[in-house]
């Protein structure tokens, strides 16, 4: 056994963007959005070793960058371009590749390709199914269901343990992929209260509409925060400080992020499509002390060179039909004279959600998009003039010389990679019977969640997003059965500021909020609930009113400015808004009895 062979361990966090680390902000200064946001593990971990400073994803999205970290290609190539496709147990990984080598192989934690319960290419695997839930989430362990306690990412970091301490005198390679910071957050109690008075700093572009939703308009509130999601990182930070104190000196760690995140830029609160803050991630990588360097690099990495990066540190040859490049050389110093100068990046649109599919030149000052079969849309931004990717130069003159530039870079970088958009990518389903940003109502009951579930203030119940539970259809209609305890808190909501809906208690009066295009309407029930069994019915009418009733009763009605007209990226919560606030403030959580939530696609007509 060749025992100067390192162990590797990669850890892929979900939706940190490139700034939320605390050396970031502390580096950015008066600049920085989040300048009291601590990550002091990782920041250690940046100091002690190489932190890449414009590291990006090829394709911003969960399931397609686990892809992409495995095999080292674009998804048009490994076959997962979405988050509903299961992983081929005939991809060539860089699993299968250092098993072969002599490498005992883990996957603990996030996987989500689909509902899959496989770890295809992995001797130990601990993981759970799609998102999981933050709190007591049910693992699969080796293929065994198993009942877990406590937080989610404390819990995969015990089980990251477990494989290390058992894979004791045989080389390892470790992949910890954490869910925090999915939404909807719940932080565990230590950091339940982080940053409360926190705020956050503006930037130009926050409530700019993307050029494919023009009729999308953020909350451009510099002091909008989604703590819940600052909280989950923070917590993550100590998992990475646990796990870090059993590292020894013959190991190497990397991290990174699945996907960057918007946080109100460009009026979005997801990722999916390609301005800057969806693209870049964090990545840091900490060598064995006898090859570590502390440094700080500018040169573009990509998540599609981790697997090659890993196979080089092993010393396993790199397949050629790898699409990335080792990061080794960057690491020890040596930079090629050839290392890129850009790439390609592409999202490809899914069903039930808005985003359009985009394909994306970036270049070290410059980027292209591009939206197929919408020229339209066509973006070109001049990234060092303009680095909030405020004005769009596509049209402009006096920049045609770059479009042009750009254009011929996508096309080099295209063929580089053999892109083309595979037949197996969701495809538009034309709803010619629904006027533009809405699709056909199904008319019926969609959703009936009968759980009877009393809920104390501290836990929320997520709804999985389904095409079949997309709001954006016109007229429909919510229904919630409730025994509230408390005058306060909400009830359930959809989404964000952006688009979405909400029921809320104020003052004990049932609240119902609709958002879309960045503006809110709302309505509010004459009389207080609080302490009785209650059928609480939402409608959005065919001719755009909000109607409330209470057992059966109207007690409330108004206009709405116009219908939703974009599938919210959040998932529906009941008991909470842990997301981008739909009221537009913060409101505290649902004590109280939830006992049925109906869901109605389409005009609900009441006797």
Known sequence: MQTSRPNIIVIYTDDQRWDALGVVQKEQGSKGRFPWFKTPNLDKL?????????????????????????????????????????????????????????????????????????????????????????????????????????????????????????????????????????????????????????????????????????????NADPNALNRGYFRCLSAMDDCVGK?????????????????????????????????????????????????????????MALNVDIAPTVLELAGVP???????????????????????????????????????????????????????????????????????????????????????ALEQEFERQRKEIGFEIPAFADKPVATDSAPGGLVAPLNRWVLDWKEARKFDGTKLVTIASMPALRPNVGAWAIEATLTAEKPEGVILARGGVSFGYSLHLENGKPVFTVSSGGKRSQITGSESIVGRSVVLLARITPDKRLTLALDGKEIAAGPLHTFITS?????????????????????????????????????????
């Open 46 to 218: 940046a100091a002690e070793g190489t932190r890449f400073r414009n590291a990006f994803v090829v394709n911003s999205l969960c399931a397609p960058s686990r892809a992409t970290l495995l095999t080292g290609q674009y998804g048009h190539t490994n076959g997962i371009v979405d988050n509903h496709t299961p992983f081929s147990e005939k991809n060539v990984t860089v699993a299968t590749l250092l098993s072969s080598a002599g490498y005992k192989t883990g996957y603990v934690g996030k996987w989500h390709m689909g509902n899959q319960r496989e770890r295809p290419c992995f001797d130990f695997a601990a993981s759970f199914i799609g998102q999981g839930k933050y709190d007591d989430c049910q693992f699969v362990v080796n293929g065994k269901d198993t009942p877990t306690k406590g937080w989610i990412d404390d819990v995969s970091t015990d089980y990251a343990l477990q494989f290390m301490r058992e894979s004791a005198g045989k080389p390892f390679f470790l992949v910890l992929g954490f869910k925090s910071a999915h939404g909807p957050f719940s932080p565990p109690p230590s950091h339940a209260n982080d940053y409360t008075s926190d705020t956050a700093r503006p930037v130009p572009n926050l409530g700019m509409s993307p050029i494919y939703a023009s009729e999308r308009k953020g």
């Open 243 to 299: 796990l870090m104190a059993s590292v020894d000196d013959n190991t190497v760690v990397i991290f990174a992020s699945d996907n960057g995140f918007y946080l109100g830029e460009h009026s979005l609160g997801d990722k999916r499509t390609a301005y800057d803050e969806s693209l870049r991630i964090p990545l840091l990588v900490h060598l064995p002390k006898r090859m570590r360097r502390a440094q700080k690099l500018d040169a």
């Open 318 to 404: 790199v397949p050629k039909a790898m699409h990335g490049r080792s990061l080794v050389p960057l690491l020890t110093g040596k930079k090629p004279a050839d290392w890129r100068k850009a790439f390609f990046y592409t999202y490809f649109f899914e069903r039930g959600f808005a985003a359009p599919t985009t394909q994306c030149v970036r270049t070290e000052n410059a980027k292209l998009i591009q939206y197929p079969g919408h020229p339209e849309w066509t973006e070109v931004f001049d990234l060092k003039a303009d680095p909030f990717e405020i004005k769009n130069l596509a049209r402009d003159p006096g920049a045609a010389g770059l479009r042009m």
């Open 567 to 607: 599938d919210p990226a959040n998932p529906m919560e009941l008991g909470g808004d842990a997301g981008s606030k739909v009221a537009g403030k913060d409101l505290p959580n649902f004590i109280g009895t939830l006992t049925r939530v109906r869901l109605y696609s389409g005009e609900l007509k009441t006797s």
